[in-house]
Structures are given as structure tokens and as C-alpha cells.
């Protein structure tokens, strides 16, 4: 049996290399008739740049460059120089992930370190980045990134402001004197969020909580966030709330849409078209996927979902391995997925759950592998 293994990571517990790994193993000792190709999976968000990497057979590149504080880090991005490709993930330097809850400061934050990354990208010759947008703790607008590639944003009193949320309702005047976007340059952002910029549905109050920001605050920022795009509209002739995907990752969406005229692609698809996963499901009997919680999240575009859907199209049937199963799970039986399970012990707490996710997961694999091997073998013999 031809079995393709395309796992998301397992957040906190395993990468999405170690989670295809476990489910090998499980897999294999449970039968000698399991043929195994792994295809590491990633959407867009912490991880994307080293995922896709492994796929364009290039190499990750680290650079100094700023977080979303201002702190000096340094982060990594991918590169393949016969093609003059470079895919970056805001996660790496203004990631959610970068700060515990009670060092987070969102209004203060900035997207800055991204724009420095896609420079460097740039000097280096690229001419096409692809910019990963999932788990930002910025809620800036991409105020930095604009800053990075040369703009300057001034009070009434022509005063210079800072490129960070709480600067956003301050902007009287934009300076776009030395903004240089390269023309010959294709720019991607890769995103499962559809949210516009502004509004009850927009970056912040849907996605603003999970960042720091106060329910308190969200009136005032999202009316905030409103004012700056108007700026942009005056500065660059382009209204960004009206991009679908605008309010992804803070609103660097709406600035790589509208300024930068980036085209947006789901980052499970565009994963899957690195890893030529179409492909492989020519000769599949099977595809196992998994991730750390399967829930109604998982249906908005997220790996699980996009996994078994692209099998569904070449009439694969899929079985889904989760470290968790939660509300709405179930809707992913409508893609062609024959199987949910989840690797959970009652028993475990959270922290040692996590700490034997891997080897949890690999039993569960064993599991499954014996449940089909066993069918199988059944129907042979009938």
C-alpha cells in the first residue's frame, strides 16, 4: 500500500518533519507492506520558510534584523539562487510566539524586522518573495514594513512618528519621497485568512485578543487603523480594506495587497504546489494527515483541510491524526476523510501530553496501520 504522510506541525509539541517521521514509524512497524513518502506540510504560519525550503532545494539564509519590539534577532528565511526565490514567515521575527502573554505589548509592536528580511531578500537578487502571514503579534497595518522600504509617517506638527499601532490615529502626512518597490519583483503572501482590514470582522477585533489588545481598545484601534488606511488611499491611490485577506497578520496584508500588489494564495496550496503533491497522489492508495487540534478551524484553509481536499480530487481516501479533537471536527468528513482520530490520554495533563506527543503519536499511527493492514487482509481473503 503507497501511503503519502503530509502532516502540519503538532504546535509546541513537533514540527511538521517529526510528525510525518512518527507517523513512519508507527506505520511501518505495524505492517511490511507500507510503502511511505513523507511531504511536510505547512500554511503560511511559524515554520512555512522551513518547510518550503526542503521543497525548492535551497537554503535558509539567517540576517540581523528586528523584532517586533525592536530587540535585534536573528532570523532565517529561504532561498534558492538559481531562481532568485526567497520565502520569508513574519512568524520568525515579529511571531505571536516570540513573546510570553505577559511581555506582550501589540500597540507598541511593529512590523519593521519583515521589511528588513524582504530587503535583504531583495539585495541578494530575488525576484519573487513569498511572504508566509500566519501567527503576527503586530497589529500595525504594516506601517513598518512601508517604513523599511522608505516611508515616513509625520503628525500634524511634522512630527517623525513611530511605525506601531499607537502611531496610527497620529498620521497627518505620509512621505512616499523614497519608496522604491521594485516593479520587476513578484510578490506572494500566503494566507488562509479572508478577514478585510477593518471592521467587526476585521484584523482587529477578530484577531486582536489573542494578540493582547483589550477588549477596551478595539474601538478606538480599529478607528485608528481606518484613519491610516485613509492615508494610504491619499498616499498611494489604493483603498486597502477592500482587499479580501487585508486583515491578515495585522494588516500587512492590506499593505502587501494594495501597495505592493502582491498576489494572495492559500499557503497549504502553495506548499502542496512546491512538494508536487498533486503528483504523488497519482500512485496513492492513501493520505495521512495530522495536526495538534482538529477543530472547525481547521476548515478554514488550514493543512488538514487543504490535504484532504486536493486528495479528494484524485479520489484518495484520507484518515486524519490529531494531537486533539475539538468543536466542529467533523465537518472534515465532508472532504473525503474516512478517519479522525485523536493520539489524547485523558490520563496525561497538557505540559506531559506535550513532552510524549511524538511517541503518542506514533502509537496511534501503529494503531491505524494495523486497523487497515487487518482490512485488508480480510478482503484479500474473501
Not at 295 to 304: E, I, S
Request: aromatic fraction near 8%; hydrophobic fraction near 40%; charged fraction near 25%.
Amino acid at each position: 500500500m503507497n501511503v503519502l504522510i503530509a502532516c502540519d506541525s503538532f504546535k509546541g509539541c513537533m514540527s511538521s518533519f517529526e510528525a510525518c517521521a512518527s507517523v513512519k514509524k508507527g506505520l511501518e512497524r505495524s505492517s511490511r507492506t507500507m510503502n511511505t513518502q513523507l511531504f511536510p506540510m505547512a500554511d503560511g504560519g511559524e515554520g512555512f520558510a522551513d518547510i518550503l525550503c526542503h521543497y525548492i532545494h535551497g537554503k535558509m539564509i539567517e540576517v540581523d534584523t528586528l523584532d517586533l519590539q525592536g530587540r535585534r534577532i536573528r532570523a532565517a528565511y529561504a532561498y534558492n539562487e538559481e531562481k532568485k526565490l526567497a520565502i520569508l514567515d513574519v512568524a520568525s521575527c515579529i511571531g505571536l510566539n516570540l513573546y510570553p502573554k505577559d511581555r506582550r505589548n501589540p500597540l507598541a509592536s511593529s512590523s519593521y524586522g519583515v521589511g528588513l528580511m524582504m530587503q535583504d531578500a531583495l539585495k541578494r537578487g530575488s525576484k519573487k518573495i513569498v511572504l508566509g502571514l500566519g501567527g503576527s503579534g503586530t497589529n500595525d497595518g504594516g506601517a513598518g514594513i512601508l517604513k523599511a522600504f522608505g516611508a515616513r509617517f509625520y503628525n500634524k506638527d511634522r512630527e517623525l512618528l513611530k511605525d506601531n499601532a499607537y502611531s496610527l490615529e497620529k498620521i497627518a502626512f505620509i512621505d512616499k519621497r523614497f519608496v522604491h518597490i521594485p516593479k520587476d519583483v513578484e510578490f506572494i503572501v500566503a494566507c488562509d485568512v479572508k478577514n478585510h482590514l477593518l471592521g467587526e470582522n476585521g484584523c482587529t477585533y477578530v484577531f486582536g485578543k489573542q494578540k493582547g489588545i483589550y477588549p477596551s481598545q478595539m474601538k478606538w484601534l480599529d478607528q485608528a487603523m481606518a484613519h491610516y488606511a485613509q492615508k494610504i488611499d491619499q498616499t498611494f491611490h489604493v483603498d486597502m480594506n477592500a482587499f479580501e485577506g487585508s486583515g491578515a497578520a495585522g494588516g500587512i496584508g492590506g499593505v502587501m495587497l494594495g501597495v505592493f500588489h502582491a498576489k494572495m494564495v492559500a499557503g497549504i496550496d502553495l506548499t502542496m504546489q512546491y512538494a508536487r503533491f498533486a503528483r504523488a497522489l497519482k500512485s496513492a492508495d492513501l493520505v495521512i494527515t495530522g495536526e495538534g487540534q482538529t477543530d472547525l478551524q481547521t476548515m478554514y484553509g488550514k493543512v488538514c483541510y487543504g490535504i484532504a481536499r486536493e486528495a479528494k480530487k484524485h479520489h484518495v481516501p484520507t484518515i486524519c491524526l490529531s494531537g486533539a479533537l475539538g468543536i466542529g471536527y467533523e465537518d472534515l468528513y465532508n472532504e473525503g476523510v474516512i478517519g479522525i482520530f485523536s493520539s489524547a490520554d485523558r490520563a496525561m495533563d497538557f505540559n506531559t501530553a506535550l513532552l510524549h506527543g511524538q511517541e503518542k503519536l506514533e502509537a496511534l499511527a501503529f494503531s491505524v496501520g494495523k486497523l487497515i493492514s487487518g482490512l485488508e487482509e480480510r478482503k484479500c481473503g474473501g
